[in-house]
């Protein structure tokens, strides 16, 4: 139950292609849902974040997709670029442990020029 | 600019000896984290810090120790005790505890000589 469960583990898509990484969780306690993004060598950056009770949030070419009744979130980068090849991971806050940020285990996502 | 700085950014552990890893942070953030990052594994939290002289453990404290003697400042020390110690550490900080986005430092590598 403490845990967020991320896939693929890897991508590859072609540039001007749509990204698309899949995260689920099951503990109910889990209420906001954060997507961060890592370059190699650095620490990872907040990109995106959604609450539960937003069905879809959209900021430039990445959206993340919500469906509180399946446990699942998605995000999709439109128009991906070589730039966005990074790692990266979604995440859920637990509010029944201090807030407490349980990560997914990562996409690393490459984008082919 | 405000942000984190970790250092090293590279550090190597000898059999039987205690390292020490920097954090500061010029957020004014009341809140430090300390994770540990493995190839193909999100991140795990070891320490936070919600104030100065007060911290708790995480998932897999065993085997470090922290202090928090000034805001700015959170080092880790990864003692003896940790038998696997090889891993990517990264610190972060968020404004206070709850939903507040994390700002990561870019990390110190850790290897066993």
């Known amino acids: 139950q403490q845990q967020v469960k991320q896939s693929p583990q890897s991508l590859i898509v072609q540039k001007g292609g749509i990204s698309i990484i899949n995260c689920a969780y099951e503990?109910?306690?889990?209420?906001?849902f954060p997507w961060y993004q890592q370059f190699p060598g650095k620490g990872p950056a907040l990109l995106i974040a959604i609450r539960p009770d937003v069905s879809e949030k959209k900021e430039g070419r990445f959206t993340i997709s919500f469906n509180k009744s399946a446990k699942q979130f998605s995000l999709h980068i439109m128009d991906s670029q070589p730039g966005d090849s990074a790692t990266y991971f979604c995440a859920a806050y637990n509010m029944d442990s201090n807030y407490q940020l349980i990560w997914g285990a990562g996409t690393k996502l490459i984008i082919k020029p | 600019d405000g942000g984190i700085t970790q250092s090293p950014k590279y550090l190597f552990r000898k059999e039987g000896q205690n390292v020490t890893l920097s954090c500061e942070q010029n957020?004014?953030?009341?809140?430090m984290y300390w994770y540990r990052q493995d190839p193909g594994q999100g991140l795990r939290l070891i320490y936070y810090?919600?104030?100065?002289?007060?911290?708790q453990k995480g998932d897999i404290a065993e085997g470090y120790s922290v202090s928090r003697e000034k805001k700015e400042s959170f080092p880790l020390t990864v003692t003896s005790a940790q038998k696997n110690p090889t891993a990517f550490y990264l610190c972060?900080?968020?404004?206070?505890?709850?939903?507040?986005?994390?700002?990561f430092g870019d990390g110190t590598r850790l290897s066993i000589l």
């Open positions: 957020l004014n953030h009341d809140a």
């Open positions: 810090s919600q104030i100065v002289n007060d911290f």
């Open positions: 503990n109910t306690a889990f209420d906001y």
């Open positions: 972060a900080s968020s404004r206070d505890r709850g939903y507040q986005p994390q700002h």
